[in-house]
Each structure stands twice: as structure tokens, then as C-alpha cells.
């Protein structure tokens, strides 16, 4: 898509929130699923996932779990205590965003 | 979903790895992502051989895939200092440096004033050499490399750096009068601890790795 940049400052929200409502996840699992919830419209490639996943692991918002699965080794993600608690800080973050940017796209939606 | 061979999936660890992808935790995660895709096409009807299917994947995925390898020290450089922060800061990180200041203040007490110099001047030099070596024989395993225990190789040259400067400066000087030996008993001690942490972060990543990887089964 066109708009790849728009979504670009909310990539770890999107993590976050995907991590929040799945117990774990692996790198490929995501891009899927971001695909597929997103009908398509946002496509997230591995070298902007994997160093978003790597650096929200170092920050301690993410733990790692390596299983041997299907004759590899699979990495999975999953929200540490602090990582639940900033993912509803990301949230609401992007919620005042978006309510922002609508004031400025529709003036007349945001008096509602 | 058809899942691809041992032999394919050690294909695919090769090629990266002889495309400098060399830290086999970057490595590992790629491998598995590359191979989830090459299964979703065959699963999707792709009935080519599985090397057409890798080669067209890597054609038109190589640059992104190699541009999370590059970015790996940036998280590793985040990781290790945090880490230091959090082993210096701990009590039994002030503990340690306590130790290693009122031991050297002790020594400056009981031993002659050349003699307690000479030991400060080799102290922090001799720690570093041992400390190094160890991290040298024990953390880096050419079968076996992670990228965050190799960065730390980083910031031992930079400790070596500081103290071959300190060294240097403290062989110039002849003598050290009375007030300039606290001063030398402070500096050093923040050396011997600095590198007492570095090891602690080390052996603390080597631990964690073991667990997550090697003893996978």
C-alpha cells in the first residue's frame, strides 16, 4: 500500500495488541495475521518486524520462548507484566491519536 | 500444511549463513520465518520444487531479511547496557564495589607506599587480561555465536582502551603523593568494577541463551 509510513509509528501498538489478545506468537504468525485482520491493507515485512519484536524484547515488554517445532527452532513472543501495562498505555496513546486526526478530517464527527 | 524437510531447512541455514547472517539467534529466527513461507506457497498450490520456491522467496525478500541482521546491535547495545545499569545499582552490585574500594583502601593502610602503587598501577591491567581471556575462551565459540554476548567483545576493547590510557599515565608518573592515592584507589576501583560487571551481564547472557537455545529439545 501507499500509506505503508502512516502505519509505520503504530507498528509496536499493533504487536502489543496482537501479543495482549494471543497468549504467543511467532514472527511469521504476525505478518499473517496483521494481513488478514487487516484484509491485506497493511503488509509488515520481516526487517521492520523482527527489529520492532527485538527491540520491545530489550525494553522487557516482550519475553521469548524458543520451542523446536517442525525440524527448526521457533521463536515466540509474549507480553511480560510491563509489556500488558504498556499495551494499554498504547492503546489509549493511539485512541487520543486518532480522535485527534478525525477533528481534523471531519470537525463536525469529533462535536459528536 | 506440508512442512519441509530436515534436509530443506538445513538448506536454508546454510545459504544464510554464508550470506553473513552469522549469529545463529538472528540466524534461527530467519530460518524459521523463510521456511513458514515456502510451506504457505506449497500449501497454497505451488507445486514447484522446493528450491524454485526458496529462490524466488529469497529474490524478492533478501534485502528486507538481511536489514533486521543489521540492525541487531542496536538492541544488543541496549540490552548490555541495561543490563550493567541493573547488576551496578543492585545491592549486591554496591556490595561488590564497596568490597573492591575498602580492600584497595586497606592495602593503601598496610603496604608501603611504592609497593601499594605498583599493585594499583597492575590491579585493574591484570583483572582485565583474566577477565578478557575468559570471556575469549568461554564466550566465543566459533560453532556457536550470539549476538549479544559477541558485542560485548565492544566494550571490552573500550575498557581496554580506558586502561591503557590510565596504565600509561600511571607508569609516567613516579610518584603519587598522599592525596593523589585516594584519588587512585577511586578510579581504579570503578575500573575493577566496571569490568566485574561486564562479567556479570556476560556470564548472565550465556545463561540465558544456554537456556533458550541450546537446551531446547
Known amino acids: 500500500m501507499e500509506n505503508q509510513k502512516l502505519y509505520k509509528g503504530s507498528l509496536n501498538t499493533i504487536i502489543l495488541k496482537l501479543l495482549g489478545e494471543n497468549t504467543k506468537m511467532y514472527g511469521y504468525e504476525i505478518t499473517q495475521k496483521v494481513k488478514q485482520i487487516t484484509e491485506g491493507e497493511l503488509n509488515i515485512t520481516e526487517g521492520a518486524l523482527y527489529p520492532a519484536l527485538h527491540k520491545l524484547e530489550a525494553d522487557g515488554l516482550l519475553d521469548v520462548e524458543v520451542l523446536k517445532v517442525d525440524n527448526r527452532l521457533r521463536k515466540y513472543y509474549k507480553l511480560t507484566e510491563k509489556g500488558t501495562k504498556e499495551t494499554a498505555n498504547k492503546l489509549s496513546e493511539l485512541e487520543s491519536y486518532l480522535k485527534t486526526m478525525q477533528t481534523f478530517i471531519d470537525p463536525k464527527f469529533s462535536l459528536g | ?217
Open chain 2, 1 to 217: 500444511m506440508k512442512k519441509l524437510a530436515k534436509e530443506n531447512i538445513q538448506f536454508i541455514d546454510t545459504y544464510l549463513k554464508n550470506s553473513d547472517v552469522i549469529f545463529d539467534d538472528i540466524r534461527m529466527e530467519m530460518v524459521d520465518h523463510v521456511a513458514t513461507a515456502v510451506e504457505t506457497e506449497i500449501s497454497n498450490g505451488d507445486l514447484r520444487d522446493f528450491y524454485y520456491i526458496f529462490k524466488d522467496y529469497m529474490v524478492k525478500n533478501k534485502s528486507i531479511i538481511y536489514k533486521q541482521n543489521r540492525q541487531y546491535y542496536k538492541n544488543s547495545d541496549k540490552k548490555i547496557i541495561k543490563s550493567m545499569f541493573k547488576n551496578a545499582f543492585s545491592v549486591k552490585g554496591i556490595v561488590i564495589f564497596l568490597t573492591v574500594f575498602l580492600s584497595l583502601n586497606f592495602l593503601n593502610k598496610v603496604l608501603s607506599q611504592s609497593l601499594f602503587i605498583q599493585i594499583m598501577r597492575a590491579l585493574p591491567f591484570i583483572i582485565f587480561l583474566l577477565f578478557a581471556g575468559m570471556y575469549r575462551f568461554i564466550g566465543r565459540n566459533k560453532k556457536e555465536r550470539f549476538s549479544s554476548i559477541e558485542r560485548i567483545a565492544i566494550y571490552f576493547m573500550l575498557i581496554g582502551q580506558i586502561l591503557n590510557l590510565y596504565f600509561q599515565r600511571a607508569i609516567l608518573r613516579k610518584t603519587v603523593i598522599l592525596e593523589q592515592s585516594v584519588q587512585l584507589i577511586i578510579i581504579t576501583s570503578s575500573l575493577i568494577f566496571v569490568l566485574i560487571v561486564l562479567m556479570q551481564v556476560f556470564f548472565k547472557f550465556k545463561r540465558e541463551y544456554q537456556l533458550k537455545y541450546k537446551n531446547v529439545s
